[in-house]
């Protein structure tokens, strides 16, 4: 091995940390607690040698057992006997997988961006990346939400998703269904940038509905992952996920939440981090919104417009990206369908009971809604998308 | 010694003539049936034996053969028993040999020598129209409806033996059945409420559009199913013909002849491939959309079907026909027919209003994901059906009875006639734009719509297809405005898109 010199030394010493980062149920406090203020090539080393002194701050971390260490150690004996059959460094199998994939790897305090995590509670140890790095001085916003979005919340995340693109502001988010997904598509379609992150290896899309949408983050922006190639979606990684999400964007806009859920996660890591914390505010009917009205009444600044948005950040608001709402409905019936859809969803046959219109006219009214943007459906179900 | 009888033999839904040859010969007693009989086919002999002896006739010793001409096509079931009697009883002499001719025999033989109904007497009676034909009772007036040169109605062997031999004339016809009641199915009037899901039946009978009404268990999804049929037109000659055909090779009872009324057909959702579109091993039966043929297929439970079910139905719904393919053979078989799918918009059912439900995504992508986008397509109509508001439940009074629904029906299917299809369904897009011309203003509409994405290509030609159809049930000029277009629209739930992906957003 080539010790002494310099590149050689930082490839061993990635080698290490992605071989740490590839062990089963290995986290970033586990990883810290292995490598006690050291490097990770000698903290899997003592692993291997299972050298009692070193392994105590391990054993100290909640959850790990003897099993679970003995477990490590002899996937780590197995990585090193490769290593020394195929006479490379340890980890130098998966540093080129990964590289063959087209996948960067950080220590993210090494980064341009080092200050995001200065004073980060749980940095990740290793950041997987596909696309370009993230740039320091581009301002960032988190847009999340729950994944069973209304109409409304998609008609928000849109709006916001291709407003903060226009201000040249680039969305944090989590590439799940619902809003994360819908903010981002939005600000992609915008050409603006986005920072994906995603809470499995970065070759197993989850949701698999939203590859697509993964291909084009990859590409045109930032998708971000803290596990290894391979690393399936597991529901610990999902709230992990939202403390990076947090942790990168500078302000968190959360679209719609229900009380408790992802979303909410997110929220509480923003706060730990002294993120400010934003909400939209939705109708005290919807489900879907009992989340984002409680964090308005716990003291959150409310956001109506992407220029909320951008006066939290400092940033200048401007003519860009705030769609103007379309024209009120001018018909009697229009108005009215729509007063009734602000109290929920409904289908055509309550409608039809609760205006006394008949199908013919209420089928027009809602579609002119549906033109304007008012209104939308979905599997016949009727919701105000405004 | 040899003689002759012509009966016919069922193959998929179709007759085919078989001459049953009897020839018999001195030697060691013996019976034998060659020319492709099946299993039970083959038991006709000893049938045909007991049925002989206890009519009073005589078996006498010696070798006998019986052929089925021809002899390449397999032949199935009892229907050939009676034939192989009276060819019997003709070469040993106790029955003329000019007394078969130009006679046709069409039956089953009990022990005791009594004739028996056979399965499929409508393709058979129908195969053999240039004869006179011997069927049981039971089976006269399906008979009678394939329209054959005469059908006598016989119960006994002996009796047959009688009439042949001169001793005496054909028995009476056995009596017309009761003519079947004007509206013979549940009344649209017990339904209350539900204004959009009655419009959506309503559309359905009048332009044949396939309907998917989607909703929690119990919101009355089969109840207006089984009202749809009793809006629907009675069947043309031709159209009863076709239906009663399938019904008949399939043994359903026919108990007025020809089946007049359109059938209502609800298979299970475990059914099979075969039992939905036909199959079979021994011989090829008809599946259940060719049992519905000019009737209503009602599909409950859509999303629990197989996806290889469903799929499979997609080629017949499109061409009208079936043609299944066995090792043994090949039958095409009709398969029009109205299909009414029901289903809950996921897998908890009670929640299909929006961010209600407690399914997780991936069981209600899974769920949705059993209908293929071909197969949504072929709905016309989708409606959401929601249980009735309880307070019309409890005051309601239920809406227009059956009869006044099924007259507009029947004035919108006399102007699909005249337009040269069964119903608007069958339009194509050329005869759409001769026939439903659009308003300035609703092809604006449309245009936005498309430009909007919210409607696709093969979309925009239904939703013309439904509006006119909309048109017709208003006895109106045959013009699409923007107000039936709407109507028309709003008929079409974007299923699927449920919970589309955040790019499809």
Not at chain 2, 9 to 22: A, I, K, M
Not at chain 2, 356 to 364: K, N, V
């Amino acid at each position: 091995m080539n010790a002494g010199d310099p590149a050689g030394d930082e490839r061993a010493e990635l080698g290490a940390l992605v071989e740490l980062c590839s062990l089963p149920r290995m986290g970033p406090a586990r990883i810290r607690a292995l490598m006690g203020g050291g490097d990770a090539l000698g903290a899997i080393e003592h692993l291997r040698r299972g050298r009692e002194v070193m392994l105590a701050g391990l054993r100290a971390c909640r959850g790990v057992d003897e099993t679970l260490i003995a477990a490590w150690r002899r996937q780590v004996a197995s990585a090193f006997d490769q290593a020394a059959a195929s006479g490379q460094l340890v980890g130098a199998g998966l540093l080129d997988a990964h590289a063959q994939a087209g996948i960067w790897m950080t220590v993210p305090a090494r980064t341009d961006a080092a200050e995001i995590w200065e004073s980060d509670p749980e940095p990740p140890a290793l950041l997987f990346g596909q696309g370009a790095a993230i740039d320091p001085a581009v301002r960032r916003v988190g847009v999340v939400g729950t994944r069973r979005c209304t109409a409304y919340g998609r008609t928000v995340a849109k709006q916001l998703g291709a407003g903060l693109a226009g201000a040249g502001v680039a969305v944090v988010s989590g590439l799940a269904t619902g809003v994360d997904g819908i903010a981002q598509r939005a600000a992609l379609d915008e050409s603006g940038q986005v920072i994906g992150v995603v809470g499995s290896g970065l070759d197993q899309v989850y949701p698999a509905s939203n590859r697509a949408l993964w291909a084009d983050v990859a590409r045109h922006g930032t998708l971000l992952s803290e596990y290894p190639l391979g690393r399936r979606a597991a529901p610990w990684q999902f709230p992990a996920r939202n403390r990076i999400v947090a942790a990168l964007c500078e302000v968190l806009v959360v679209v719609e939440s229900g009380p408790t859920g992802g979303s909410m996660y997110t929220v509480d890591a923003a706060a730990e981090r002294d993120r400010p914390v934003m909400a939209v505010p939705g109708p005290i009917t919807s489900v879907a919104s009992v989340g984002t009205n409680r964090l308005l009444s716990e003291g959150c600044a409310p956001v109506c417009d992407v220029d909320d948005i951008l006066a939290a950040l400092g940033e200048p608001a401007g003519a860009h990206g705030s769609a103007a709402s379309p024209a009120p409905p001018s018909c009697e019936l229009d108005r009215q369908v729509l007063d009734e859809l602000t109290a929920g969803p409904r289908t055509l046959d309550e409608l039809t009971l609760r205006t006394g219109a008949g199908l013919a006219e209420l089928a027009s009214a809602l579609g002119r809604l549906q033109l304007a943007g008012w209104a939308a459906e979905t599997g016949g179900w009727w919701e105000k998308a405004r | 010694m040899l003689a002759t009888a012509t009966a016919a033999t069922l193959v998929g839904v179709d007759g085919h003539v078989v001459t049953v040859e009897v020839h018999t010969s001195s030697g060691l007693p013996s019976f034998t049936i060659v020319g492709l009989p099946d299993a039970a086919c083959r038991e006709a002999r000893d049938r045909v034996r007991a049925a002989v002896l206890s009519s009073g006739f005589e078996w006498p010793p010696g070798r006998v053969t019986v052929n089925l001409a021809p002899s390449g096509l397999r032949k199935g079931g009892a229907v050939l028993d009676l034939a192989i009697a009276v060819a019997f009883l003709t070469v040993t002499e106790q029955l003329p040999a000019e007394s078969l001719r130009g006679m046709a025999f069409v039956g089953e033989l009990g022990l005791d020598g009594a004739i028996r109904s056979v399965v499929g007497v409508l393709p058979l009676a129908d195969a053999l129209r240039d004869r006179a034909l011997v069927v049981a009772p039971e089976a006269y007036h399906v008979a009678r409806a394939a329209g054959p040169r005469e059908v006598y109605a016989v119960d006994t062997l002996a009796c047959l033996v009688a009439v042949l031999s001169n001793r005496m004339p054909w028995p009476d016809p056995p009596p017309d059945p009761p003519a079947p009641p004007p509206v013979p199915v549940p009344d649209l009037r017990d339904v209350i409420g539900q204004p959009s899901a009655r419009r959506a039946v309503e559309v359905a009978a009048a332009g044949g559009h396939h309907l998917l009404m989607l909703g929690p268990p119990g919101a009355g999804k089969t109840m207006l199913a089984r009202r749809l049929i009793g809006l629907l037109p009675e069947l043309s000659r031709q159209c009863a013909m076709e239906a009663t055909r399938v019904q008949s090779a399939a043994g359903l009872p026919l108990p007025t002849g020809l089946a007049t009324r359109p059938i209502l057909r609800s298979p299970h959702h475990t059914a099979t491939v075969a039992a939905l579109v036909g199959g079979g091993t021994a011989a090829i039966r008809p599946g259940e959309i060719s049992l519905a043929h000019r009737g209503v297929l009602f599909l409950d439970e859509l999303g629990e079907f197989a996806p290889s079910v469903l799929d499979a139905m997609r080629q017949p719904l499109e061409e009208g026909v079936v043609q299944v393919s066995r090792a043994s053979g090949s039958c095409s078989f009709p398969s029009r027919f109205l299909l009414v799918a029901a289903m809950n918009p996921c897998p908890c059912g009670q929640a299909g209003r929006p961010n209600s439900c407690r399914c997780s995504d991936l069981a209600r992508q899974r769920y949705l994901r059993r209908l293929s986008g071909p197969l949504l397509d072929r709905f016309d109509l989708r409606i959401q059906v929601q249980p009735p508001d309880p307070d019309q439940l409890l005051d309601g009074t239920g809406g227009e009875p059956t009869t006044v629904v099924a007259a507009r029906v029947a004035g919108a299917r006399e102007r699909a006639a005249s337009r040269g299809v069964e119903a608007n369904v069958e339009l194509s897009g050329t005869q759409l734009e001769q026939f439903a011309p659009l308003t300035p203003a609703a092809h604006a509409a449309l245009r936005e719509r498309l430009r909007g994405g919210l409607l696709s290509g093969r979309g925009l030609h239904r939703v013309r297809c439904v509006a006119l159809t909309l048109c017709d049930l208003a006895a109106d000029e045959p013009l699409i405005n923007a107000e039936r277009l709407a109507e028309a629209l709003s008929l079409r739930a974007s299923v699927g898109k449920l919970y589309a992906p955040a790019a499809a957003a």
